[in-house]
């Protein structure tokens, strides 16, 4: 087992990534998810242009081979909020892990699969602050040489949901008091979804009608219904 152009990452640290090792039978599905499995290591220690691939002339003979192109180690000189009218930066930074290059304390590192899972959490922060419309994106921006990156998390809030009423339905052993006293919600306020759930009594689901923006604009969203 060779991995010829790897320099950046010890080869014990390569080796320990693959199903087999030498002597056993020849597995090509197994030689391929281990292309794949150091792709991903590169990938995640910040060389985003990495390219792993099989020499498949030397596979003929039994012998497997990887070739590594490493390309350049890409850090995150910056992280930015676009579009994000409710939340300070310094909130919403919170709510993500891509973080910049910190010497000794951060490897700043860029990876897609980060990425993606933050822009799921911001999404998911928004929606339960009452902007159930947000959408949220990503723009990368390389220096010319592509050793670092600004990364801008682009966001649409959309409207903000308020609740115009509360209703209950299906109350067969209390009355619409005795389970509106038990909840933590009003007309007027923001939708909140943590705070949704929180205030409901055990066994009851919710039924919330709620009212987004102004005049022409307003809209109205039923979220969930009585248990």
């Not at 691939?53 to 995150?76: C, F, K, M, N, W």
């Not at 649409?156 to 008091?177: C, Q, S």
């Amino acid at each position: 087992i060779r991995f010829l152009g790897a320099k950046e990452i010890k080869e014990k640290n390569l080796v320990s990534l693959l199903q087999f090792k030498v002597d056993d039978p020849l597995d090509q599905y197994k030689v391929q998810t281990g292309s794949d499995a150091i792709a991903e290591k590169y990938q995640g220690e910040g060389y985003s242009d990495a390219a792993v691939s099989v020499d498949e002339q030397a596979l003929e003979s039994g012998d497997v081979v990887y070739l590594i192109t490493e390309g350049p180690r890409v850090r995150i000189k910056k992280v930015q909020f676009e579009g994000n009218h409710s939340f300070s930066r310094t909130i919403l930074a919170g709510q993500v892990q891509t973080k910049t290059y910190l010497w000794l304390l951060r490897k700043g590192a860029y990876s897609e699969k980060q990425i993606q899972d933050d822009i799921v959490s911001l999404r998911t922060f928004y929606r339960r602050h009452g902007f159930l419309d947000a959408q949220v994106g990503r723009r990368l921006d390389y220096s010319p040489d592509r050793r670092s990156l600004t990364v801008t998390f682009v966001i649409e809030e959309g409207l903000h949901y308020t609740i115009a009423n509360v209703k209950v339905e299906g109350n067969a052993h209390f009355t619409v008091d005795q389970i509106l006293n038990t909840m933590k919600l009003a007309p007027g306020n923001v939708l909140n979804l943590d705070r949704l759930e929180a205030g409901l009594a055990p066994g009851v689901s919710h039924l919330v009608v709620l009212r987004a923006g102004l005049g022409k604009k307003q809209r109205q969203a039923l979220v969930g219904r009585l248990a």
